[in-house]
C-alpha cells in the first residue's frame, strides 16, 4: 500500500522559515518528513563515484509515498543549494537506477516556499514544475509563505487551507 505524502526539506537552516510552513502544514496533514541536512548527499558525478552515500536509499523510501513536497526558501530567485545537490542527483534515476526513477511517474509533486517577502517569483516554481513534467509527475501547486513578526501572517490562511485541501 502506497503511504500518502512526505515533505523533504532543503534549507541551510533546518528550523526557519520553511520549517514553520512546513510544521504548520503537518498539523493537520499526516506528511513523514525528511530533512536534507541530515543526510549526506554528494554533488551528482558522472562518473557516479558517489553511489554509496545516502541519495538512493532516501528515493527509494521517496517513491513508496504518493504526494511528495519539496521544500526550500528561496535563495537569490532559486532554490536552495541543498535541494539543488538533491534535485541534481535525480539524474542517477533517469541514467543507472531507472527502476528507480520510473517509481515516480504518475506521483503529485508539490513545493513548500518562503521568503522575506510576499512575492512569489515564478522562475523559482518553474525549476519545480519542469523537473515534475521531465520526470512524469504531476505538479500539483505549492505553498509560498513569509513571516511577520516571526510568525505565519493571518492573510496566509486561505493559501494554507487551499494546499492542506489539495494533500488530504
Same mark, same amino acid.
Given at each position: 500500500?502506497?503511504?500518502?505524502?512526505?515533505? @523533504?526539506? %532543503? *534549507?541551510?537552516? *533546518?528550523? %526557519?522559515?520553511?520549517?514553520?510552513?512546513? #510544521?504548520?502544514?503537518?498539523?493537520?496533514?499526516?506528511?513523514?518528513? !525528511?530533512?536534507?541536512?541530515? &543526510?549526506?548527499?554528494?554533488?551528482?558525478?558522472?562518473?557516479?563515484?558517489?553511489?554509496?552515500?545516502?541519495? &538512493?536509499?532516501?528515493?527509494?523510501?521517496?517513491?513508496?509515498?504518493?504526494? !511528495?513536497?519539496?521544500?526550500?526558501?528561496?535563495?537569490?530567485? *532559486?532554490?536552495?543549494?541543498?535541494?539543488?545537490?538533491?534535485?541534481?542527483?535525480?539524474?542517477?534515476? !533517469?541514467?543507472?537506477?531507472?527502476?528507480?526513477?520510473?517509481?515516480?511517474? %504518475?506521483?503529485?509533486?508539490?513545493? @513548500? *516556499?518562503?521568503?522575506? #517577502?510576499?512575492?512569489?517569483?515564478?522562475?523559482?516554481?518553474?525549476?519545480?514544475?519542469?523537473?515534475?513534467?521531465?520526470?512524469?509527475? #504531476?505538479?500539483?501547486?505549492? &505553498?509560498? %509563505?513569509?513571516?511577520?513578526?516571526?510568525?505565519?501572517?493571518?492573510?496566509?490562511?486561505?493559501?494554507?487551507?487551499?494546499? !492542506? #485541501?489539495?494533500?488530504?
Amino acid at each position: 500500500m502506497q503511504k500518502k505524502v512526505i515533505i @523533504i526539506l %532543503g *534549507s541551510s537552516r *533546518s528550523h %526557519g522559515d520553511t520549517r514553520k510552513l512546513i #510544521d504548520r502544514v503537518r498539523e493537520e496533514v499526516d506528511a513523514d518528513f !525528511i530533512d536534507l541536512n541530515d &543526510l549526506k548527499i554528494s554533488y551528482y558525478d558522472y562518473e557516479h563515484k558517489n553511489q554509496d552515500d545516502d541519495f &538512493l536509499p532516501t528515493m527509494k523510501r521517496v517513491v513508496e509515498y504518493d504526494k !511528495i513536497i519539496l521544500a526550500s526558501p528561496v535563495y537569490w530567485y *532559486s532554490m536552495s543549494a541543498v535541494m539543488k545537490t538533491f534535485v541534481d542527483r535525480f539524474s542517477d534515476l !533517469i541514467r543507472i537506477h531507472k527502476e528507480v526513477g520510473r517509481e515516480l511517474r %504518475g506521483k503529485q509533486l508539490y513545493t @513548500i *516556499s518562503s521568503s522575506s #517577502d510576499s512575492t512569489v517569483y515564478d522562475n523559482f516554481l518553474k525549476a519545480f514544475e519542469l523537473t515534475a513534467e521531465y520526470l512524469g509527475m #504531476d505538479y500539483d501547486g505549492y &505553498l509560498y %509563505g513569509w513571516m511577520e513578526n516571526e510568525k505565519i501572517p493571518n492573510s496566509l490562511n486561505p493559501a494554507l487551507k487551499t494546499f !492542506i #485541501d489539495k494533500l488530504k
